[in-house]
C-alpha cells in the first residue's frame, strides 16, 4: 500500500510514514489521513486508500470523516475557552447557567462533574428513536430531567454520546449560540480548517463512507446478550436510536441526516489536518491563532476521573481531565503530558504542550479493541522525535 500514500513528510519523520501505510496491510478498502504540526507548522500531511468503497472513490486530502468522540475534545476546548473568558467555571453549579438540570437529584452538580463523566447521565432510562436524537430541545429536557444512574459526582462512567448535549447545552447558555455554531466562529473559520459540528448543506456528500468491521458487531452482538439493564450499551445505542456500532451500510452515522444535525458526542466531521491544526493551536500558535492559553490547559488537563467505573469494565482504564482524554493505558498519547479524544472505530486527535505539537488521524474502516494502527503510529512518531 506505501506507494498508494500521498502527501508528504520532513525527512525525520519518514518512520511515521511508513506506520500509516502499514495500517493499510489487509485492508483494501479502507481511507485514511494523517496530519502532524510541530510548533504551528506541518510535518507530516498523508493520506491514502478508499474514500467510499461502493463506487472507489478515493481519499483525498481534504476529504472529511466522522470523527465520533474525538468531537467531545472539541467540545471540551470551547468549554475551556468559556472559563478563560470568564463566561463559565468549572467549579459552579451547572444549574448557575442551566436552572432545569437541578432536578431529580441533580442540584449538586457541578461544571466539573459534567464534563468529567460524572454527572450519573451516561445512557437515558428510557428507549429513544433517531428522531429523537437529531433535536437538540428534546434531548437536553430528556436529560435536564432523568434521573441519575448514581449520586453525580461520587464516581464516573463513559457518557458516549450524551457528553455532547450536557456540554453542548452549557455552551448554548453561556454564547447565546448553538455548539456547532460557536465552533464555526471560535474554531474552524479562524483556523480555516474543515471541520463542523453539524455538516452544512454545502459539504453534504464530501464524507467518506464509513465500514466497520466484523470484530466490532460481534462485541455490540455478545453486549446485547447480557442481561439488563446494561447500560453501557444503552450508552452507546441512545435506548435504541443507534446501532451499537454507530454505523451500517446507509444508517447511523452514514445517514445524511446525522451527519446534518449537531449531535457533539459523537457527530463531528473533519479532515485529519483540521484535527492537527485544531489540536495543535491549543498549545502554540497555529495558522496566526491560538484558541486557548497553557493557564486554563493546565487546569483542565488535571485528572478528574481515572480508575475503574461506576458499571464494572476490565481494564485498562481511561483518564479524564475536564472533558479531556489523558494520557493513560487506555490511550497512550505522546507524553504523559499530552491531551486530546480519540474516537470510535480508530480516530485520533490530540496536542502535546511540551513538544508543541498537534496530531489528527481519521479513517473510515472501523476497528474495534484489537485497532493498534494510530497507537502505531503515535510510537513512531515519539521515535522521530526522540
Not at 429513544?128 to 435536564?144: K, N, Q, S, Y
Not at 447480557?226 to 450508552?235: I, Q, T, V
Amino acid at each position: 500500500m506505501s506507494g498508494d500514500i500521498s502527501g508528504s513528510v520532513e525527512p525525520r519523520f519518514e518512520p511515521v510514514r511508513a506506520a500509516f501505510a502499514a495500517a493499510f496491510e489487509g485492508r483494501p478498502t479502507m481511507g485514511a489521513a494523517l496530519h502532524v504540526r510541530l510548533r504551528g507548522h506541518p510535518v507530516v500531511d498523508l493520506w491514502g486508500g478508499v474514500a467510499d468503497e461502493r463506487d472507489g472513490r478515493p481519499w483525498q486530502r481534504d476529504t472529511p470523516s466522522v470523527i465520533f468522540s474525538c468531537t467531545k475534545g472539541l467540545v471540551s476546548i470551547l468549554a475551556a475557552r468559556l472559563v478563560e473568558e470568564g463566561r463559565l467555571a468549572y467549579d459552579a453549579l451547572v444549574t448557575n447557567y442551566w436552572p432545569r438540570f437541578g432536578a431529580t437529584g441533580k442540584a449538586g452538580t457541578t461544571v466539573a462533574d459534567l464534563l468529567s463523566h460524572r454527572a450519573g447521565l451516561s445512557a437515558p432510562r428510557d428507549d429513544l428513536r433517531f428522531e429523537d436524537i437529531l433535536d437538540w430541545d428534546r434531548m437536553v429536557g430528556i436529560l435536564a430531567d432523568q434521573y441519575p444512574l448514581w449520586c453525580p459526582g461520587t464516581a464516573y462512567a463513559y457518557h458516549a454520546i450524551t457528553h455532547g448535549w450536557l456540554a453542548g447545552e452549557l455552551i448554548r447558555r453561556g454564547t447565546g449560540l448553538t455548539v456547532g455554531r460557536y465552533f464555526d466562529e471560535a474554531i474552524a473559520r479562524p483556523l480555516g480548517v474543515d471541520a463542523w459540528i453539524g455538516l452544512p448543506a454545502a459539504a453534504r456528500g464530501r464524507p467518506a463512507h464509513l465500514q466497520v468491521a466484523a470484530s466490532i458487531n460481534e462485541l455490540w452482538q455478545d453486549e446485547a446478550l447480557k442481561p439488563g439493564p446494561n447500560w453501557p450499551f444503552r450508552a452507546m445505542t441512545m435506548g435504541g436510536a443507534l446501532p451499537a456500532a454507530l454505523a451500517t451500510p446507509e444508517g447511523g452515522f452514514n445517514d445524511p441526516r446525522l451527519q446534518a444535525a449537531e449531535v457533539p458526542g459523537a457527530g463531528g466531521i473533519a479532515t485529519a489536518a483540521a484535527l492537527a491544526s485544531i489540536w495543535s493551536a491549543t498549545v502554540t500558535p497555529t495558522d496566526g491563532v491560538r484558541l486557548i492559553g497553557p493557564g486554563v490547559v493546565d487546569i483542565a488537563t488535571r485528572t478528574q476521573s481515572e480508575g475503574p467505573p461506576f458499571f464494572p469494565a476490565e481494564p485498562p482504564y481511561a483518564r479524564w481531565g475536564m472533558g479531556f482524554q489523558l494520557d493513560s493505558e487506555a490511550r497512550r498519547y505522546l507524553s504523559p503530558r499530552s491531551f486530546g479524544h480519540d474516537g470510535a472505530g480508530g480516530q485520533v486527535g490530540f496536542a502535546d504542550p511540551e513538544a508543541q505539537l498537534g496530531f489528527g488521524f481519521v479513517t473510515n474502516w472501523m476497528m474495534g479493541p484489537e485497532d493498534t494502527r494510530a497507537t502505531r503510529i503515535i510510537e513512531a512518531l515519539r521515535r522521530a522525535l526522540g
